[in-house]
Protein backbone atom coordinates (compact mmCIF):
# COMPACT_ATOMS: atom_id res chain seq x y z
CA UNK A 1 0.00 0.00 0.00
CA UNK A 2 1.46 3.48 -1.22
CA UNK A 3 1.98 5.93 1.46
CA UNK A 4 2.16 9.47 0.44
CA UNK A 5 3.56 11.68 3.03
CA UNK A 6 3.83 16.03 2.38
CA UNK A 7 6.02 18.43 3.84
CA UNK A 8 7.05 21.98 3.40
CA UNK A 9 4.30 23.76 4.84
CA UNK A 10 4.51 26.75 7.17
CA UNK A 11 3.72 30.30 8.15
CA UNK A 12 5.01 32.85 5.84
CA UNK A 13 4.30 36.93 5.13
CA UNK A 14 2.00 37.44 2.07
CA UNK A 15 4.13 37.79 -0.86
CA UNK A 16 6.39 35.15 0.18
CA UNK A 17 6.95 31.40 -1.45
CA UNK A 18 6.78 27.77 0.33
CA UNK A 19 7.71 24.63 -1.57
CA UNK A 20 5.57 21.94 -0.71
CA UNK A 21 6.60 18.59 -1.31
CA UNK A 22 4.65 14.99 -1.62
CA UNK A 23 6.85 11.78 -1.24
CA UNK A 24 5.39 8.64 -1.90
CA UNK A 25 6.82 5.77 -0.72
CA UNK A 26 6.93 3.94 -3.98
CA UNK A 27 6.49 4.26 -7.57
CA UNK A 28 3.01 2.94 -8.50
CA UNK A 29 1.95 1.21 -11.72
CA UNK A 30 -0.90 2.42 -13.55
CA UNK A 31 -0.81 6.62 -11.67
CA UNK A 32 -3.20 8.05 -13.79
CA UNK A 33 -2.22 11.43 -12.08
CA UNK A 34 -1.54 13.82 -9.17
CA UNK A 35 -2.59 16.53 -7.20
CA UNK A 36 -2.83 18.98 -4.79
CA UNK A 37 -5.91 20.00 -2.77
CA UNK A 38 -6.39 22.34 0.01
CA UNK A 39 -8.73 22.78 2.66
CA UNK A 40 -9.09 26.36 4.81
CA UNK A 41 -11.33 26.14 7.29
CA UNK A 42 -15.31 26.30 7.33
CA UNK A 43 -14.84 26.10 3.36
CA UNK A 44 -14.94 23.05 1.16
CA UNK A 45 -12.04 21.12 -0.59
CA UNK A 46 -10.50 22.85 -3.37
CA UNK A 47 -8.56 21.52 -6.08
CA UNK A 48 -5.35 23.46 -6.29
CA UNK A 49 -3.28 21.90 -9.20
CA UNK A 50 -2.83 18.24 -11.21
CA UNK A 51 -0.46 16.68 -13.98
CA UNK A 52 -1.36 13.57 -15.67
CA UNK A 53 0.52 11.19 -16.74
CA UNK A 54 1.60 12.48 -19.81
CA UNK A 55 2.72 15.73 -18.41
CA UNK A 56 -0.68 17.63 -18.35
CA UNK A 57 -0.56 20.50 -15.96
CA UNK A 58 -4.09 22.16 -14.65
CA UNK A 59 -4.56 25.02 -12.06
CA UNK A 60 -7.30 26.88 -10.52
CA UNK A 61 -7.98 30.22 -11.54
CA UNK A 62 -6.90 31.50 -7.93
CA UNK A 63 -3.37 30.12 -8.58
CA UNK A 64 -2.47 30.01 -11.89
CA UNK A 65 0.54 32.03 -12.46
CA UNK A 66 1.33 31.94 -9.26
CA UNK A 67 1.75 28.32 -8.30
CA UNK A 68 3.64 25.38 -10.24
CA UNK A 69 3.02 21.53 -9.91
CA UNK A 70 6.21 19.64 -11.13
CA UNK A 71 7.52 16.07 -10.57
CA UNK A 72 10.87 13.87 -10.14
CA UNK A 73 10.16 10.46 -11.03
CA UNK A 74 13.19 9.40 -9.56
CA UNK A 75 12.52 10.24 -6.43
CA UNK A 76 9.01 9.34 -6.59
CA UNK A 77 8.16 13.07 -5.57
CA UNK A 78 5.24 15.53 -6.61
CA UNK A 79 5.89 18.97 -5.41
CA UNK A 80 3.89 22.63 -5.53
CA UNK A 81 5.91 25.68 -5.66
CA UNK A 82 3.74 28.67 -4.62
CA UNK A 83 4.88 32.15 -5.03
CA UNK A 84 3.22 35.41 -3.86
CA UNK A 85 1.25 33.93 -1.60
CA UNK A 86 -1.89 35.61 0.36
CA UNK A 87 -3.83 35.41 2.93
CA UNK A 88 -6.33 33.63 0.97
CA UNK A 89 -3.82 30.43 0.18
CA UNK A 90 -3.92 29.84 3.92
CA UNK A 91 -5.00 26.02 4.26
CA UNK A 92 -4.30 22.69 4.92
CA UNK A 93 -2.46 21.56 1.62
CA UNK A 94 -3.06 17.56 0.65
CA UNK A 95 -1.46 15.52 -1.89
CA UNK A 96 -3.44 12.62 -3.60
CA UNK A 97 -2.72 10.37 -6.22
CA UNK A 98 -5.30 8.21 -8.60
CA UNK A 99 -4.24 4.94 -9.37
CA UNK A 100 -5.90 2.71 -11.64
CA UNK A 101 -7.07 2.64 -15.25
CA UNK A 102 -6.30 5.44 -16.54
CA UNK A 103 -8.36 6.83 -19.25
CA UNK A 104 -7.27 8.19 -22.38
CA UNK A 105 -8.62 11.50 -21.55
CA UNK A 106 -7.60 12.38 -17.69
CA UNK A 107 -9.78 14.92 -15.82
CA UNK A 108 -9.10 15.79 -12.46
CA UNK A 109 -12.04 16.77 -11.68
CA UNK A 110 -13.45 13.18 -12.32
CA UNK A 111 -10.34 11.30 -10.68
CA UNK A 112 -10.98 8.48 -8.67
CA UNK A 113 -8.20 10.35 -6.37
CA UNK A 114 -7.52 6.86 -4.13
CA UNK A 115 -4.47 7.67 -1.89
CA UNK A 116 -4.36 10.85 0.40
CA UNK A 117 -1.32 12.17 2.36
CA UNK A 118 -2.35 13.77 5.71
CA UNK A 119 -1.74 17.43 4.79
CA UNK A 120 0.55 19.88 5.55
CA UNK A 121 -0.44 23.11 6.95
CA UNK A 122 -0.09 27.16 5.14
CA UNK A 123 -0.65 30.06 6.86
CA UNK A 124 -0.18 33.70 5.40
CA UNK A 125 -0.38 36.58 7.14
CA UNK A 126 -0.87 39.92 6.00
Known amino acids: QMQLAESGGGSVQSGGYLKLSCSAS????????MAWFRQAPGKERELVAS???????TYADSVKGRFIIPRDYTKNTLYLKMNSLNPEDTAMYYC????????????????????WGRGTQVTVSS
Open 96 to 115: THHVGNCPDSWDPLRADFNY
Open 26 to 33: QYMFGTCG
Open 51 to 57: ISYDGTT
